[in-house]
Every structure is written in structure tokens, then in C-alpha cells.
């Protein structure tokens, strides 16, 4: 067990404690809080990392002494300092990083995304999903949860159709081709994409390939509302919060956002990948 996912354990296990002597269910916890059911007890298992603010809440329920209340601050504040290791992250288990990651996304309302090498998670149907955790968990060396995983990426999914949300996509057209699984699986997958294009609170860009590049396509990123950057990286998720880098990463989007196709452009390059691969179906 890694140390990161042992540190989750404890302050589960530490949290559980406090709403126990506060003679609190953790559905009456829920109702006060206003979250799911399955909020608290992913946190007190040790499926979802529990953040500053929600142990701050928390605290303020179950009436804990601000010594106490301090101690699990620091506890928590620790966890998403290592959180960034994605070794650490992976070896606690492919579905509890999505369960992390579907957390954030609740407290989201403007979503911007760029993504060179994969298509987006949010956008993933089951199937190009399952061959991508399987492909991560051979290189993390990951807990062999790939079917929990892909429940709860689909599950993520459910927030596109949340009309007071707004998704912003863009993705080079080589992801259309890169073969990360068998063509059946990719031809499935841009159908997907060609419904996402229809989604009135969707934007979905492709940087076509004869588009000239404002700059290099370095990395992925993601901006959530104007508050935290996501850059991930092999071996770490780095988290920018800083004013000035949110609005690097901003400029950035906005410049890849001016140069790529959407709405009927975008379709058109969907339909030309996907006449691509049902020649190569037939050879």
C-alpha cells in the first residue's frame, strides 16, 4: 500500500470517528453538508481524497475542537501536496482518482480542456475507456479495478447534460487516429464525438491538420472556472492556482480556440476519420 493511500486511510478513518461521536449517520452528515450519500463514505473509506474545505465542513458539523480541526487541515492539506504523484495516485486505485477527479468536476461550472494525446475522459465511451485503464494500469502497476474505474467515468459523464454547466474541448485531429484501441472501438468512439458536437452547452474544437499552430502542443491541460490549472505529466499532476499561470493557461486555450474547427467543420473532420477507418475495416 502506498503512503499516500495509507494517509487517506487515516484521515477517513479519523473523520468517520468525529461524525460517529457526533451521533450523526453519515446520511444525516450528507443532508447537513449537502452532498451525496456516497460523498461520505467514498471519504471515509478511502475512495476520494477528502480537501481542506470539505474536512473544514465537516469539522463545523460534528462540532470538533479546533485543535482537532487543525490537526486534520494539515492532514488534508498534506494529502493534496502528494496527491500530485501519479505513482502514488494510481497505486491507490483507478476508480478512487476518478472518484477524485468527479469531485472537482461537482464544484465546476466552466470547464476548459485541451488534450493532444487522448480523447477526453469526459467524452470516452466504455470501450475506449477499458483499453485506456488498461494501458495506465500496466504502466502505474495499478490496483486491478478497471471495471469500477470505467463505472465511474461514465458516471462523470452524466454533468454534460447539466444545462447550467459550459464545456469547452479541444483536441488535435491526429487523436482521431493515434490507435490506442482496435478500430471497431475508434469508429465507436467518434460517433461519440459527433453527438458531443450537438450538446448546446458543448463546445468541441479539432485543431485540423493542415491548420497552421499558434504553438507547439506541448501537454494537456484543464481549467476549471478561473480558479485551478490541472497540467498533467507522467509521473505528476501538477496544480497551478496562481492568478497569473490561470491566465497563461487561459491565453493559451483562447489561441488554440481561434484556429480550430467547431460545430460543422468539426463534424466534417469526425466524418472523414470515420470514413478513414471503415476503408480499413474493409481492406
Wanted: overall charge negative.
Amino acid at each position: 500500500m502506498s503512503g499516500f493511500q495509507q494517509a487517506r486511510i487515516d484521515l477517513g478513518l479519523q473523520l468517520r470517528q468525529l461524525r460517529e461521536s457526533a451521533h450523526l449517520s453519515g446520511k444525516d452528515l450528507a443532508e447537513r453538508l449537502n452532498w451525496q450519500p456516497s460523498k461520505v463514505s467514498r471519504i471515509e473509506n478511502a475512495r476520494q481524497t477528502a480537501t481542506e474545505d470539505d474536512v473544514v465542513v465537516w469539522a463545523q458539523v460534528v462540532r470538533a475542537e479546533p485543535a482537532v480541526v487543525d490537526g486534520l487541515i494539515q492532514q488534508a492539506v498534506g494529502l493534496v501536496e502528494r496527491q500530485d504523484s501519479w505513482r502514488g495516485r494510481h497505486k491507490s486505485g483507478l476508480a478512487a482518482l476518478q472518484e477524485d477527479i468527479r469531485d472537482l468536476e461537482s464544484r465546476t461550472r466552466t470547464f476548459r480542456a485541451f488534450e493532444p494525446g487522448v480523447v477526453i475522459g469526459l467524452l470516452q465511451t466504455s470501450e475506449y475507456a477499458r483499453h485506456i485503464f488498461a494501458k495506465v494500469r500496466r504502466l502505474y502497476e495499478a490496483t486491478d479495478d478497471v471495471d469500477a474505474a470505467i463505472r465511474v467515468r461514465m458516471q462523470r459523464q452524466e454533468i454534460l447534460y447539466d444545462p447550467t454547466r459550459t464545456f469547452r474541448f479541444i483536441i488535435p485531429e491526429s487523436v482521431l487516429y493515434y490507435r490506442l484501441a482496435p478500430i471497431d472501438v475508434m469508429r465507436g468512439q467518434l460517433d461519440r464525438l459527433l453527438a458531443v458536437t450537438t450538446l448546446p452547452n458543448v463546445e468541441f474544437g479539432i485543431l485540423p491538420f493542415t491548420t497552421p499552430l499558434p504553438s507547439a502542443l506541448l501537454n494537456a491541460f484543464w481549467i476549471y472556472n478561473d480558479a485551478l490549472v490541472a497540467v498533467p505529466t507522467r509521473t505528476k499532476d501538477i496544480l497551478l492556482r496562481d492568478p497569473d499561470d490561470i491566465a497563461f493557461y487561459a491565453r493559451a486555450f483562447e489561441e488554440f480556440a481561434e484556429v480550430a474547427a467547431f460545430r460543422e467543420e468539426a463534424r466534417s473532420v469526425l466524418v472523414r476519420a470515420a470514413d478513414d477507418y471503415a476503408k480499413q475495416s474493409v481492406d
